[in-house]
């Protein structure tokens, strides 16, 4: 009889879980997944990426409809109106479509899907739904949730104060939207809503939107964002918020201190950071213990200190994307099997799907230039032949390099494609590529990709274009 029930159990079924749980079975590995869940797919397929997305492709077609972007481009619809239940319909079908892949996907690779929330009752054992299981590799892929924020209690039943799940599923568009975080998710769901006709206000504590993207396109896309109608309260904290029947009154003052005010809204929308789910996990009981910051750390492979115990996604410390864990998910696996499981962390892009998109990948500007010296070429969208026949004018590419080596650090773009076009920047910057190897690769006209490389050519002073 085998010493352990399975090879690998990997507790939590998000990108980085069912990813791992997949890549161990086809090398050959006994694999469970144990996920307390209804369904697979974690936050990202369930609440997170994948409903957002629906939403922010249907409402951006709306607006489009709405505002006469199409009746410019000889599209009239006379006779339009809004369909929310429809819209949030696709929005359940795209979940519901992909999540129950995840499903197909298990039994197909014969990965054993065990429902349930697990805890470790010691190194090697977790408890699954009152059963004990064995396994010889335990990946802790448990995830992130909501941060909370003192004297503000989401809600999500009464849609009053929200966070991101509440903020997918409302019923009724509000008249104001007021975002507390002006992040990733108080921008992407800040827009669905202000497309479908909310009036959005951003309260940020710190004095600009996005942290940790580059500096100037924090400052252009917080233009933007202004121009199609987003008010901001910036340098501005919420101290406390009454939900009453109809509505909420939040209290804000100024981050440094100051004088206190009151903010009328429909319905808030809690967006100030996630945290790791590590609660209830049983870690005491194998003397793993966290960060700092309640993460667990791992070594480059993503062995935690317990032998026999590894961790990936947004449980542990980088950057809390989908594909950065899906990414961790496919190198623990091939780790556990014995191969070389390798993710480059400095080259994990990062996109925000607005309207235009916001993308960067490697370092900021600023990161760059304490480094050492470096060159900077940008162009902007306008001058870009497809951008502009499109209607899309706003947005500029940032390629930053070393001074001396030309080796690209980082690059940053906006444009209606952002998310797209990175994509190539991530892979020239995982070869090693300098500036000039982008500003003399080939790049299909009319595209958009166009203005990566006129940035790269700009990185040595020459653009054809500008
Ligand atoms: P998760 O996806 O959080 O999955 C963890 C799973 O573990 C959960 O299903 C949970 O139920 C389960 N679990 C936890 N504890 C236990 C336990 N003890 N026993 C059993 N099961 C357990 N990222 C992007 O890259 N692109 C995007 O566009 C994007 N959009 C987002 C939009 C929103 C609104 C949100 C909230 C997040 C978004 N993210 C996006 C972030 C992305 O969802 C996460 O980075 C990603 O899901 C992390 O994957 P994970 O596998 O580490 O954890
Ligand atoms: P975030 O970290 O992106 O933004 C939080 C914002 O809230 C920051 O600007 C911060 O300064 C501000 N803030 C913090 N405390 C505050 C307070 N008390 N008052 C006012 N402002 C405050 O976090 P967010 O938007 O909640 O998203 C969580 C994570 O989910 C993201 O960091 C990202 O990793 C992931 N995500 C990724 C998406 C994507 O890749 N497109 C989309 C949505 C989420």
Not at 40 to 47: H, I
Not at 389 to 406: C, R
């Amino acid at each position: 009889m085998a010493e352990f029930d399975y090879d690998v159990l990997v507790i939590g079924a998000g990108p980085g879980g069912y990813v791992a749980a997949i890549r161990a079975a086809q090398l050959g590995l006994k694999t469970a997944c144990a996920e307390s869940r209804e369904t697979l797919g974690g936050t990202c397929l369930n609440v997170g990426c994948i409903p957002s997305k629906a939403l922010l492709h249907a409402s951006e077609l709306y607006e489009e409809a709405a505002g006469g972007a199409l009746a410019k481009l000889g599209v009239r619809i006379d006779k339009m109106s809004l369909d929310l239940d429809t819209m949030q319909g696709q929005r359940k079908d795209a979940v519901k479509g992909l999540t129950g892949g995840i499903g197909f996907l298990f039994k197909k690779n014969k990965v054993d899907w065990l429902k349930g929330l697990a805890s470790f009752t010691g190194a090697n054992t977790v408890e699954v739904a009152g059963k004990a299981v064995t396994a010889k590799n335990i990946v802790i892929a448990t995830g992130s949730s909501v941060m909370p924020l003192p004297g503000v209690e989401v809600d999500n039943r009464k849609g009053l104060i929200v966070d991101s799940t509440g903020a997918l599923e409302l019923e009724k568009v509000p008249d104001h939207l007021v975002v507390i975080g002006g992040g990733v998710i108080g921008l992407e769901l800040g827009s669905v809503w202000r497309r479908l006709g909310a009036k959005v206000t951003v309260v940020e504590y710190l004095d600009q939107i996005l942290p940790g993207m580059d500096g100037e396109v924090r400052k252009e896309a917080n233009k933007i964002f202004k121009k199609q109608g987003f008010e901001y309260r910036l340098g501005t904290k919420v101290t406390g918020a009454q939900a009453g029947k109809k509505g909420v009154t939040l209290t804000v003052e100024p981050a440094a201190g100051g004088e206190a005010e009151t903010i009328e809204a429909d319905v808030v929308l809690v967006s100030i950071g996630r945290r790791p789910n590590t609660e209830g996990l049983g870690l005491d009981k194998i003397g793993l213990e966290l960060n700092g910051r309640g993460q667990i750390e791992t070594d480059h492979d993503f062995a935690t200190k317990v032998p026999g115990v590894w961790a990936i996604g947004d449980v542990i410390p980088g950057p809390m994307l989908a594909h950065k864990a899906e990414d961790e998910g496919i190198a623990v696996a091939e780790n556990i099997a014995g191969l070389t499981g390798i993710v480059n962390h400095d080259v994990i892009p990062s996109v925000v799907y607005t309207s235009p998109e916001i993308a960067g990948v490697g370092l900021t500007e600023e990161a760059a230039k304490e480094r050492g010296a470096v060159k900077v070429g940008k162009f902007p969208m306008l001058a870009n032949s497809r951008a502009k026949t499109n209607h899309e004018p706003d947005g500029f590419v940032k390629v930053i390099a070393d001074a001396e080596t030309d080796k690209v650090l980082g690059v940053w773009i906006i444009a209606s494609v952002a998310g797209t076009m990175i994509a190539q920047a991530a892979q020239a910057m995982e070869f090693g590529a300098s500036s000039e190897d982008i500003a003399y690769t080939c790049h299909a006209h009319p595209t958009h990709s166009e203005a990566i490389k006129e940035a790269a050519m700009a990185v040595t002073g020459k653009p054809i274009h500008m």
